[in-house]
């Protein structure tokens, strides 16, 4: 399949972390501004916009911010699969033709703690919640706890990956958690959902992040853009008897994780091979979904992880740079915007522009993942 | 969607489960629909009530309550999930009753029930554990 060339042109973000008194609408329209200065165009060029949060919120609702232009505006509302999938409508409409310059955001503003949810809401019976399975790191905890089994990976390894986390994130003045703690601390630091420690987990948190995108044609119209390719925007779901989030059972043979089936459609879409990927951001809501995820996107073997990580392979100077801003384990988790986060993150360093965290050697292409409840998970494939 | 998981005709707890005709696939809970396929040939079925553990974690911390049972920080204490392959036919999740650092995968276990207040609940326990059923 051949689509028209579509580049992303603006990027904004808002800081991640708390901030009292902003709202996540806000935040995601401080966003807005920032994508829009950066491409050069103003909120009344845009011709569709979509965007949405977990719950901070209607997007289109911020054309009280922005200026009520009548545009289209899409709200998305579809978990950890926000940003992606107003991404993927976005991208739908440029490559169709309907308009030429197009809008993404997402944000959110979560309290402290956990996430509570209704079971109803996701298809289960009252008895799943009362009995306390209704909480998210449990099927983290378990999900790690049987790769590790499987593959031969040591706890030590969870801390490594935590550790790179917050190193990275020291580099990067719009990350929540920037302060570096040694894998020993983070290994010995209070233990939440087995095998995975305080420091392993992400923790919901606020922020917003937005990014402008035209058809490739209206590039003429810009002409102090830097391009950056959207190569492919893919959304899945999961399927019959897989291991995912609140799963009350699962079959003896499990189906692959929706991230495999996205990933391999982003990869063929893009006409990119994952071992053409020069940086890569994947959902690391905890440090063992960092290294399931690299391994269910085609981003390195099962049970390659350790040796991977032990030659620094990951880090912002190894072959495969993954989650340099610091991921989700340091930036937290506002569910609407960490999709586009990744991509932000993904535009700069592809520019060029990520200062003490730079990636070295001109990377040209990137790959971003996202993956949470119930079983949903988008991938991107972006290039120069 | 709100049947109790648990059928006590026997005398003994049993999980409620259901298989298809249309896919042969056993599902968890019991519902109209095939989770597989979506055929409403699901016929009420009741699971083998002994398994080995397939993974797990420990809650160690106070779910948000509700949807958990009404409990306090006070009254809250820690306690294990995992997955339960019942005979090769089924892995169910659970609530696992004992000291979690006893817990290692491919461990023995029974169904029993767990009283969190109001519909008793299930949960699977070492097969020694006494004085439950």
Redesign the interface.
Known sequence: MTCPPIAIVGIGLHPFGRHAGVTGLEMGAHAVRFALRDAGLRWSDVQFAAGGSSSSGNADTMVADLGATGLPFLNVHNGCATGGSALVSVYNALTSGACDVGLVVGFDKHPR????????DW?????????????T??FF???I??YM?DHGIDPPLLAKVANKAFRNAEKNENAWRRQALSEEEILNA???????TQYMLCSPGEGGAALVLCRGEYLSRLPHARPIYLRSAVLRTRQ??SFDVY??????ELSPSPSVAAARAAFERAGVGPSEIDIAQVQDTESGAELIHLAECGLCEDGEQTELYRRGATEIGGDLPVNTDGGCIANGEPIGASGLRQIYETVLQLRGDAGDRQVPNKPITGFTHVYGAPGVSACVVLAR | ?????LDFSSGSARLV?GRCAACS?V???LRKRC???ASTEVSRALLPGCGTL????????M??S????ACTPETFSE?G???V?LD??????S?LFGD?ETFY?GMELKLVT?D?G??P??AFAPLDAVGLS
Do not use: N
Request: charged letters at 15%; a positive charge; one cysteine or more.
């Open positions: 703690g956990a996430f509570t949810e209704r079971p109803e298809s289960l019976p009252g008895w799943y919640g009362t009995a306390g399975l209704m909480v790191t449990q905890g378990m999900k706890r049987r089994h209070r233990m939440v959902s087995d095998p995975l019959p008897q799963s009350p059972a699962l079959g003896i | 969607m709100s049947e109790s998981p489960g696939a599902i968890f809970p989770v597989v396929c397939w993974t797990y974690t420990v809650q160690r911390f779910p948000p509700p949807p958990y049972a306690f999930v995992g997955y392959e090769g036919v089924v892995r169910v999740e609530r979690p995968i767990l969190l109001g519909e609940q299930y």
